[in-house]
Nanobody, 119 residues
Framework: QAQLRESGGGLVQAGGSLRLSCAAS????????MGWYRQAPGKQRELVAT???????NYADSVKGRFTISRDNAKNTVNLQMNSLKPEDTAVYYC?????????????WGQGTQVTVSS
């Protein structure tokens, strides 16, 4: 059974750092892009950062220069290093992975991990 398992969320003061990790398992096809999205209360889910299998990255403007995404293709893991956190970064963070096999695209989501930044 395909699964994305996140870890590393928590409560931190503004200006602090957290590192989120996500491990994919049970996905039989090659994973292409992996990424992190977030959803704050009353808001739509939004992209935070993505990374391709080749290492190309894309960041939301709001996190550029503060967050760094990385991945290990051999382990099917993706991490998000979050520095200089702000209260507006408070949200549930979701791991995402896309795979393709036999002409079909698959999109996987984790259960989410809460990140709370206090002012």
């Amino acid at each position: 059974q395909a699964q994305l398992r996140e870890s590393g969320g928590g409560l931190v003061q503004a200006g602090g750092s957290l590192r989120l990790s996500c491990a994919a398992s049970g996905i039989i096809f090659s994973i292409n892009a992996m990424g992190w999205y977030r959803q704050a209360p009353g808001k739509q889910r939004e992209l935070v950062a993505t990374i391709t299998r080749g290492g190309s990255t894309n960041y939301a403007d709001s996190v550029k220069g503060r967050f760094t995404i990385s991945r290990d293709n051999a382990k099917n893991t993706v991490n998000l290093q979050m520095n200089s956190l702000k209260p507006e970064d408070t949200a549930v963070y979701y791991c995402n992975a896309g795979a393709q096999g036999m002409g079909v695209n698959y999109n996987y989501w984790g259960q989410g991990t809460q990140v709370t930044v206090s002012s």
